[in-house]
């Protein structure tokens, strides 16, 4: 046997420790502790099951069911939340303690402040109601539900500003909500008595393009995406985007509106594209088309390749070019609507083709060059 510097003694047959009777009553007292925490846990869940099973039978026929899970465990907020809703009607101030319990056990929940609000408007007291709606938007502002859940609140108030920045939010949670809340803002857009509460929404939130367009096709009268454009026009933070401009041109132009949707359009040109303007907008080609409005309308086809390119004998930097491939299909791919007044007009340019055949279907191209 010897004793090395930190006092251990070794021999042949182990290791011994001057304190290892008082390691064993630790390790004891541990697996003590362990087994005691064990068996807690095991009668939670027990608890907890039980409890949940009862709140569950509140769908049902047993009026007692969540006494019965509050005599498991009276801390359970689930249990404690279905009970208040069940009785807020016949038993208001026993509902509104009830959720005051279940939001003191649980904090996180703003589902017992939403509750609680309810009861609070139906007896009048409308400053604190509206002070729980907001505490519950508050605790949760990334829940799409929260949201409409509050939007609905202030219907009931007849505020509907604020239920359209509730709206918003609830979007903006979860842009799945657009289906059901597309519809309800189109009838609310064509309303004239609520045709204002889109006016607190003029910093266009996220999903306006989206619904600026659903309103442009599906508006019953072209006055409702009039007023929402020029609503839209008021912002001086978030100017009228293109993709509003385009929507809003689209359904003048099916209108018959050309005057106006000219006008529409011409306000959205910058400084150098409106050098291209004259009888026919950018003739050269040598602006990028934006496909919209009074510009060029540019669509490769099935068997049609529509670019822009450089090319020997135009006058200019771009022209436009036409790869045809073997097919008969008729093609319609380049179009420009005009804002003429009536008349007699001769539309004349340079044309240069390349092993271009018009019978059998043979490939080819073919480029209009200079301008037209």
Known sequence: MFTNRYGLRFNRVG???PFDRGIERLTILRRSVLLVAVAFLLWRICVSGMSSYYAELLDGDEADAVDKALAWDNRQPEALYRQAIALRHQDPKRARVLLERAYAQNPTDPRPLMAAAGIALSTGEKERADGLVKMAVRLMPASSRIHEQAA??????????????QWSLAIEADPAAEGRLFPLFLRLAEDTRTQRTFEVLTD????????????AKRATNVDTIRLLYS?????WQVPVTEAERKSYVARLELEGLTAEAYIVWLNALTPD???GLGLLYDGGFELEPGGWGFDWHLRSGSHVFVDRERTHGSQGNKSLHLVFERGDDPFDGVSQVLFLVPGTY???????TDS?????GSSGSYAVCGRM
């Open 15 to 17: 290791i011994g420790f």
């Open 152 to 165: 609905r609140y202030w219907v009931s108030r007849d505020d509907l500003g604020q239920a359209m920045r």
């Open 204 to 215: 266009s939130p996220p999903w306006w393009d989206a619904f600026f367009a659903e309103v």
């Open 231 to 235: 609503l839209r026009r008021q912002s």
């Open 273 to 275: 594209q409106r050098q």
């Open 346 to 352: 001769r539309l004349s340019g340079n044309v240069r």
């Open 356 to 360: 271009l055949r018009t019978q059998g």
